[in-house]
């Protein structure tokens, strides 16, 4: 059943009485979106979600996208609307396939992590990772947060518990223990925190843009391995050379996705009754850690 009525109701009791048609959109994962046409100004993007799951859902997805641009560089789309039901945004363009845009997007993204590096890991208020509330509390150690607002949160989500068995969950508590022998010593710095390719779209002429962040000051990796390891397109391949160049990432960086991509299988295995993979992906990298 199209979710066009609902949205259109939606706009027009929001005080949008332009609004003449909604065309729903698909790829995103937890909520309802459409494109919005109205009788005498531009068209416009519109999400709710069926069942809200607290009032700031929107009016933060929309201060991180102001985060992302006015801290960060990035291009993000206009925000027209953010309330309890609605977010509203001006229109982005479908990303183009070509090898020069991802460079550019490498450009981008180097920018926005290298230039705004902070002292402590986390955000000044919690936000959401699609439908579940993502715990931002400060925190001077990354380890330390990346394993407790990032990992283990997922522990006792009644899907997350019922993929993973004991076994699996008290290897990722020895993976969270040996973080500081795994990974490097980093600095926090401004991410994304969603950064899948079909969050990353264009702007009328055609640069990178950005959409549905879940930001906070973590390791720049965090968005990293999320593009890494969510089947980037081939005309990508340049992306991943130019970022290491321009932010002089080491050459082991590869390695270190399986264990980064954690926190978002397991986001994606407490959400969504079809994982996509993420449980099975989850006991490949946790397999190394369990007691024999």
Known sequence: MSHSPA???????????DVVTVEPTTG?????????TRREAPPVFVK??????????????????????????????DVLLADRDLL???????RPCSEAFWEQFAHMLARLHTGTVHHRFGWHRD??????????????????FFAQHRLLRWLGQPRVDAALDRADRAALERLCHRLPDLLPDRPACLTHGDLWAQNILATADGRPAL??????????????AHVWTTSPPPEAHRFFATYAELTSLDSDWRSRMPIIQLRQH???????????????????????????
Do not use: K
Request: charged residues 20%; without cysteine.
């Open 7 to 17: 949205l259109l109701e939606a706009l027009l009791r929001s005080g949008m009485h």
């Open 28 to 36: 995103g994962q937890a909520a309802l979106a459409g494109i919005a």
């Open 48 to 77: 709710s979600l069926a069942e809200p799951p607290a009032d700031d859902v929107f009016v933060t997805e929309a201060e991180g996208l102001a985060a992302l641009r006015d801290l960060g560089g990035a291009a993000t789309p």
């Open 88 to 94: 509203v945004l001006s229109v982005l363009r479908p």
């Open 127 to 144: 936000n959401w990772l699609g439908r579940r509330r993502q715990v931002n509390t400060w925190n001077d150690d990354g380890f330390a």
């Open 211 to 224: 959409i549905d962040p879940a930001v906070s000051y973590m390791w720049a990796e965090v968005d990293l």
């Open 266 to 292: 397991l986001a994606v295995l407490a959400q969504f009754d079809d994982d996509w993979g993420a449980g099975d992906q989850i006991r490949t990298t946790l397999a190394p850690f369990r007691q024999r």
